[in-house]
């Protein structure tokens, strides 16, 4: 690893502020001259890179949305986002266009980016084929002149986010008026510890909401920021003692990784830069929380909200010790409410379904499902689905999820995803997938297939098919043949019953 010390670096490269800037200018020139107008889409589809970055950068300048891709994705999920925004441009690792070159909407101009040595390492790449009919984003970028002209709008990026139907829905907001983006900067600074001259790190993946969140904003006021490939625990100690690193967004699974490393290789590590460690995305259990405390000192924190919510509530190590189990209270702007099915508000200490609302912040809609949008809202606030409570002191507590969701390695996943692909797997009569307890991953999927009564389905066989159409982290961990489902009156299967023993012995059912 060399020496670093100022800029955006990945591997052994290492990009200064003045680079950077000249780089994405160009690149937004680059748009531009593609056709690119304020508002339009430019797919992302690349881990983490250098490149990453710039893109998003550049899309900001010309008003463009930057649309992330997770790359574990295989082709149809790709051409569904593609599609469904409207994407003019796709930028991507040569790699993770190869595959798929032949099946991307017509019209679409695609950039490859030549997968870095950094990232080829990490995950055992060879080198990559050129793409037919795609533009070399080097070649491409260097032959674009400096774009001079004044700062878009800077609209946020614009994330997809799976639901209940299946059906991954993009979350757009309207670039920010200053008074927003004040409020944006200081929920950055307070919840994040985005300050001027930070020194982070990015271990999580860029196409996820809160990393690259995180990233745009460090990336601008950082002195220095590191992306990192993939996780690796040992990696990112050396990192943090390298490279001096203060601040960092992390997501519970990480900090089981770390935890299970030999006591000797954690004292190797001098971890005593750090200063503000921010964590979300999924239930930490407390002893978890509680070792990482132990060892790195009172600079963990915690967060929750959503892609849809942003942050809403925050809470310190000390909150942590003092009330195990809270994810803090509401931030400066932010308001919740408890509510029952009804809508009426719950006093505290009593459990239902959590709605918050953050005025100062942009609203958004669902790209191209308004009627989705509408129903997750009640008087102005909106609901991510999950139950819990607040006490005495304001501090929330979450309990269950009302909506079918399951969050493993902090990756919300949507089980009716699954489910729709099962059902049109010959054989398949019926289907439920849920989350069960893992330790390191908080959950993991399980699936019970219901087979028709001339069947011989496989749990191999089920598993074989979701992997020819969804990325591999939606394929069940765990796949059971079961006839006699229990269903509720309405005939669909009782998905609780089926997933409420795996939890009962843990006390808790998220």
Same mark, same amino acid.
């Given at each position: ?295 790195? &000192? ?8 959503? !892609? @849809?919510? %942003?942050?809403? *509530?925050? +809470?310190?190590? /000390? ?122 991953? &908080? ?8 087979? !028709? @009564?001339? %069947?011989?389905? *496989?749990? +191999?066989?089920? /598993? ?47």
């Amino acid at each position: 690893m060399t020496k670093l010390s100022r800029g955006l670096a990945s591997g052994e490269r290492c990009l200064g502020h003045a680079d950077l800037d000249l780089r994405l200018r160009r690149i937004a020139s680059g748009l531009l001259a593609l056709g690119i107008k304020a508002g339009d889409c430019i797919a992302i589809l690349m881990r983490n890179d250098i490149a990453f970055i710039e893109a998003s950068f550049a899309a900001q300048t010309v008003g463009a949305y930057a649309v992330p891709i997770n790359w574990h994705f295989k082709a149809e999920e790709v051409a569904y986002i593609l599609a469904d925004c409207s994407a003019k441009v796709l930028l991507g690792h040569a790699d993770l266009l190869a595959p798929i070159a032949g099946g991307l909407p017509s019209g679409l101009t695609t950039i490859a980016v030549a997968t870095p040595p950094e990232v080829a390492t990490a995950y055992g790449i060879a080198p990559a084929a050129a793409v037919p009919g795609a533009l070399d984003y080097e070649a491409w970028l260097g032959a674009a002149p400096p774009y001079r002209g004044p700062g878009g709008s800077q609209p946020l990026t614009m994330f997809y986010t799976s639901g209940t139907t299946g059906a991954p829905k993009g979350v757009r907001r309207p670039a920010p008026s200053a008074a927003q983006m004040a409020a944006s900067d200081r929920l950055r600074r307070d919840i994040f510890g985005i300050v001027p001259q930070i020194r982070s790190a990015i271990p999580g993946p860029l196409y996820h909401s809160a990393p690259n969140a995180f990233a745009m904003r460090a990336g601008r006021l950082g002195e220095l920021m590191v992306l990192m490939p993939r996780f690796d625990p040992v990696a990112l100690l050396e990192l943090i003692e390298v490279a001096r690193i203060d601040t960092m967004f992390m997501v519970p699974t990480m900090f089981i990784r770390l935890l299970k490393l030999p006591d000797a290789v954690k004292r190797r590590y001098d971890v005593s830069s750090l200063k503000f460690i921010i964590h979300a995305a999924a239930p930490c259990p407390h002893d978890v929380k509680q070792a990482m405390i132990d060892w790195w &000192g009172p600079v963990i924190h915690e967060f929750y909200g959503s !892609t @849809e919510s %942003s942050a809403v *509530t925050f +809470a310190t190590s /000390a909150d942590t010790l003092a009330k195990p189990g809270t994810v803090g209270r509401a931030v400066a702007g932010a308001e919740l409410r408890i509510l029952d099915d009804g809508g009426k508000v719950l006093p505290a200490g009593v459990v239902g379904e959590i709605f918050t609302r953050f005025a100062e912040l942009p609203d958004f809609t669902y790209h191209n499902k308004p009627a989705e949008r509408a129903a997750i809202e009640r008087d102005g606030f909106i609901t991510s689905g999950d139950v819990g409570y607040l006490d005495a002191d304001g501090y929330l507590f979450l309990c269950d999820r009302k909506r079918d969701m399951v969050i493993s390695g902090g990756v919300n996943i949507y089980p009716a995803e699954i489910e729709a692909v099962l059902l049109n797997f010959a054989g398949v009569k019926d289907c439920a997938v849920f989350g069960i307890p893992d330790r390191e991953f &908080g959950e993991k999927l399980m699936a019970v297939v219901e087979p !028709t @009564e001339a %069947s011989s389905l *496989t749990p +191999a066989a089920i /598993a074989a098919h979701l992997s020819q159409h969804l990325a591999d982290y939606k394929v069940p961990r765990v796949i059971e043949i079961g006839r006699h489902l229990p269903r509720e009156d309405s005939g669909k299967i009782f998905k609780r019953r089926l997933r409420d023993p795996f939890w009962r012995a843990l006390g808790r059912k998220i």
